[in-house]
């Protein structure tokens, strides 16, 4: 397993990997992690998101959802005010931020997260502030998906993965090949609601 799964977007850089926090979180850990998170993000010019690592396929996952959210962002297609947001929502499938948090949101108990960085200037004392500012380290535990789970979590049916896992290597694979057509609808049900 890499570290980083890296990616671009135009000239901005995207990394992520999973996290490992010092201690399992609580709601107050939660609140003070996005208000570090927003300081960090307008300190560097980034955009950060954190996930909880059980409700996401895979890195792929959160690649895809930060290419769809960047393209419809350039072409002034925003549902929110930050791209980090965007990446969220895209992340989850949702249109709106209350329903995108539950979804793929961190939660209290939670010990581990999938994060993703995206900016211009990403260097190793950014990503070590970034990491001390959350009080947590780079983990390369590897975590097991439960594909009912995440069938549940965003709606796919049983029928559905079955085909897609004819043309997929994977259950993993096919997995993503359902969710991603769901993460294309989130701007058209924006502009429909």
């Not at 998101?49 to 769809?68: M, P, T």
């Amino acid at each position: 397993m890499r570290l980083f799964h890296v990616g671009r977007i135009d000239k901005r850089r995207i990394l992520i990997f999973r996290v490992a926090f010092c201690n399992s979180l609580d709601e107050k850990d939660i609140e003070k992690i996005f208000r570090k998170l927003d300081s960090l993000e307008k300190k560097f010019g980034l955009a950060i998101q954190l996930f909880n690592s059980e409700n996401i396929v895979s890195w792929r996952h959160i690649l895809y959802a930060c290419n769809i959210a960047s393209a419809n962002w350039r072409k002034g297609f925003k549902i929110s005010r930050k791209l980090s947001l965007e990446i969220l929502l895209y992340t989850s499938c949702q249109h709106q931020i209350d329903v995108g948090v539950k979804r793929v949101g961190l939660r209290p108990g939670d010990r581990y997260s999938w994060i993703v960085i995206v900016g211009e200037n990403i260097d190793d004392n950014v990503i070590g502030e970034i990491l001390d500012e959350l009080d947590a380290n780079i983990t390369f535990m590897r975590f097991d998906i439960d594909p009912t789970h995440i069938m549940r979590v965003y709606g796919v049916y049983e029928e559905e993965l079955k085909l897609s896992l004819k043309s997929s290597e994977n259950v993993e694979e096919a997995l993503l090949n359902c969710i991603i057509p769901r993460m294309n609808m989130v701007v058209l049900r924006e502009k429909i609601v």
